[in-house]
């Protein structure tokens, strides 16, 4: 369980107009996904035969340092800006999509990139519905 919504709701000011189930979703999923993709990493790197992993882990690096990034962006009520936030998702969205390739081609013989996968389309997934909601809104 995870304190996103209680920090969200404790912001003394006045908050974009956002899906708060959407966002807190959203963040939510980043978190994990940035874990999921650091774990899946380290294992990456000490698999037997590593080398043939090295894009993958590189994948799943840049897609946790984009995620935590995110979730940074979408923690931030005060400086909201709708321009960077829609970059910054769209970003991650892709930086997902790509780990998820990387991981897919090693999830039948390696577990951690399974995992790693499914929480980069979830993350991914989470990613979109937050942009469909925000141009549902307008804000």
Do not use: F, K, W
Not at 46 to 71: W, Y
Request: with cysteine.
């Amino acid at each position: 369980m995870t304190d996103v919504a209680a920090m969200l709701n404790a912001y003394p000011g006045e908050r974009p107009q956002m899906d708060e189930d959407t966002l807190v979703i959203c963040i939510q999923e980043a978190l994990n996904c940035a874990q999921a993709c650091i774990a899946c990493a380290d294992a990456c790197s000490a698999e037997p035969s590593a080398a043939h992993l090295a894009r993958c882990a590189g994948a799943a690096l840049n897609c946790a340092d984009i995620a935590t990034a995110v979730v940074r962006v979408l923690s931030r009520s005060t400086s909201y800006n709708r321009d960077v936030t829609v970059t910054a998702l769209r970003a991650l969205d892709e930086a997902c999509r790509a780990c998820y390739g990387q991981c897919r081609e090693h999830a039948l013989e390696i577990e951690s990139c399974r995992i790693g996968g499914d929480a980069c389309r979830r993350c991914a997934q989470a990613c979109q519905r937050l942009l469909s909601r925000m141009d549902a809104v307008g804000s």
